[in-house]
């Protein structure tokens, strides 16, 4: 079966740094997203990557390791805006999102 | 604003009753998806629509039916709605089916059966 695991719940400090990550079990791979999603709202788009590496946007940067099935969303400098959940989704072989729970990220002062 | 709307924005409907949730998107995406969401589980497929015309079956499209008469209209319909189908849902799109093309989300209709 397919299978996308994250962290259920994570804390970190206003101004510190976090990892959230992500790994896959999937029918094919065309991708992996990362979203943002508030409380009570919709999910945003954050990161694609596909080939191996770090994809570095502003304070988020997104890692990708393909024989590893596995992915992390490094937030830094933390701002208490980035209380929210982070959703992982691989595009399988039919270029369908399946997605992760999400991982709810708790920032402190 | 360019964007995809949802309605109702939520909504408290009696087991058994017929509903239709709406999704209207204005960026002439061609490919149209529907998610439910629920605590503690990821976003799931319902159904997707590749290009206006053609619909397809996605992880848990039992009691909904969508169509897709045109580029910019997405409805899911409950036939006759039960409580297991309490949940957020969400339309989405991209502006083509394929690699790389992150999905654009409507801001959820709240959906309680009672």
């Known amino acids: 079966g397919q299978n996308i695991d994250q962290p259920t719940e994570m804390t970190a400090t206003e101004g510190a740094i976090v990892q959230i990550n992500c790994t896959y079990q999937t029918s094919g791979f065309n991708g992996l997203f990362w979203y943002q999603q508030h409380a009570g709202e919709a999910p945003t788009f954050l990161s694609y990557n596909v080939l191996d590496g770090l994809e570095e946007k502003g304070r988020f940067s997104s890692f990708l390791s393909r024989s590893k099935g596995y992915s992390y969303l490094l937030l830094k400098e933390l701002q208490m805006k980035d209380s929210a959940s982070y959703l992982c989704?691989?595009?399988?072989?039919?270029?369908?999102?399946?997605w992760g729970a999400g991982t709810k990220l708790i920032i402190k002062p | 604003i360019a964007g995809i709307t949802q309605a109702p924005t939520s909504q408290i409907l009696a087991a058994g009753r017929r509903m239709t949730l709406r999704c209207t998107q204005d960026?002439?995406?061609?490919?149209m998806y529907w998610y439910r969401q629920d605590l503690g589980l990821g976003l799931r497929l319902i159904h997707y629509?590749?290009?206006?015309?053609?619909?397809g079956k996605g992880e848990v499209p039992d009691g909904y039916s969508v169509s897709r008469a045109n580029t910019d209209d997405f409805p899911l319909t409950l036939a006759s709605a039960v409580p297991s189908q309490t949940s957020v849902y969400f339309c989405?799109?991209?502006?083509?089916?394929?690699?790389?093309?992150?999905?654009?989300f409507g801001d959820g209709t709240r959906l309680s059966i009672l």
């Open positions: 989405a799109t991209t502006d083509q089916s394929g690699v790389g093309q992150p999905q654009h």
């Open positions: 989704a691989v595009m399988d072989s039919n270029y369908q999102l399946i």
């Open positions: 629509s590749n290009t206006a015309g053609t619909t």
């Open positions: 960026m002439r995406h061609n490919a």
